[in-house]
T-cell receptor, first 114, second 115 residues
Framework: AQSVTQPDIHITVSEGASLELRCNYSYGATPYLFWYVQSPGQGLQLLLKYFSGDTLVQGIKGFEAEFKRSQSSFNLRKPSVHWSDAAEYFCASHSGAGSYQLTFGKGTKLSVIP | EPEVTQTPSHQVTQMGQEVILRCVPISNHLYFYWYRQILGQKVEFLVSFYNNEISEKSEIFDDQFSVERPDGSNFTLKIRSTKLEDSAMYFC?????????????FGEGSRLTVL
């Protein structure tokens, strides 16, 4: 069975600092990988996704993520964090088979210090 | 931007009562999903729905749960007899016809509290 691990439950960064949120997946083949963001009181918004091709993918709001097969990782990065980036971030994957059943990580809550 | 809307945003109910959570999908989307998130835990898949029938369901989706699209627009999740452990945020999600590359659009969620 697939699993997605986000090792960091809560991260605090200063505004303007760089950010990296970790995500590891377990799946034999290359999964479909996603990062979602959930702001307080909001639904889940897709930041970016990876299926194949270039392992560095660009998303919305200045985020990017890099797929590293050797490390089974899909870490999310942003060079300079803004206060509005404070939210919860979820990594998710699916196998590309069946009915698009997403497996989510437990999420990482990001706090931004002004 | 098109969006998935869910009602109610928050419902409090007594154990044993029936609850219906409603979702209005994005108009041209054909694939519908329910996910839930118990407080402090992962977002979990419940069920997928396509062409007026369930495509796939998880172990969580037992006989007390049902889904339907009663009027061709709303997509509902019914919990027949709620239990304390059903307290969670329930997310509706919909997808167009973009294959596995298609984006899943989530609603803002319906928080269910069972007392």
């Amino acid at each position: 069975a697939q699993s997605v691990t986000q090792p960091d439950i809560h991260i605090t960064v200063s505004e303007g600092a760089s950010l990296e949120l970790r995500c590891n997946y377990s799946y034999g083949a290359t999964p479909y990988l996603f990062w979602y963001v959930q702001s307080p009181g909001q639904g889940l918004q897709l930041l970016l996704k990876y299926f194949s091709g270039d392992t560095l993918v660009q998303g919305i709001k200045g985020f990017e993520a890099e797929f590293k097969r050797s490390q089974s990782s899909f870490n999310l990065r942003k060079p300079s964090v803004h206060w509005s980036d404070a939210a919860e971030y979820f990594c998710a994957s699916h196998s590309g088979a069946g009915s698009y059943q997403l497996t989510f990580g437990k999420g990482t809550k990001l706090s931004v210090i002004p | 931007e098109p969006e998935v809307t869910q009602t109610p945003s928050h419902q409090v109910t007594q154990m044993g009562q029936e609850v219906i959570l409603r979702c209005v999908p994005i108009s041209n989307h054909l694939y519908f999903y329910w996910y839930r998130q118990i407080l402090g835990q992962k977002v979990e898949f419940l069920v997928s729905f396509y062409n007026n029938e369930i495509s796939e369901k998880s172990e969580i989706f037992d006989d007390q749960f049902s889904v339907e699209r009663p009027d061709g627009s709303n997509f509902t999740l019914k919990i027949r007899s709620t239990k304390l452990e059903d307290s969670a945020m329930y997310f509706c999600a919909t997808r167009g016809t973009g294959g596995f590359g298609g984006e899943l659009f989530f609603g803002e969620g319906s928080r269910l509290t069972v007392l």
